[in-house]
């Protein structure tokens, strides 16, 4: 989390505040994949090219803690 300190003051101009829920979204995604010691690269070639396709009852499935679950058996 310390990355996420850091930057706060450059990340002042990356856009306008509709961009702040997105950057949000996507640290989570980082850190998440961070703590739970899951490769981001693999992750993100596993789920993006889904999310176009995948049903909205379903997105639990493509968190990073139901990736991990059901690939590490």
Known sequence: MRPIALGRR???HLGDETAVPKIAA???IVET???LDIN????LSYV???????PITRVGELTPTAWKA???G
Do not use: M, Q
């Open 10 to 12: 450059n990340w002042l």
């Open 33 to 35: 994949c961070r703590r």
């Open 70 to 72: 059901a690939n590490s």
């Open 48 to 54: 993006l090219p889904k999310l176009g396709a995948w």
């Open 26 to 28: 996507i640290t989570s």
């Open 40 to 43: 981001l690269r693999e992750y």
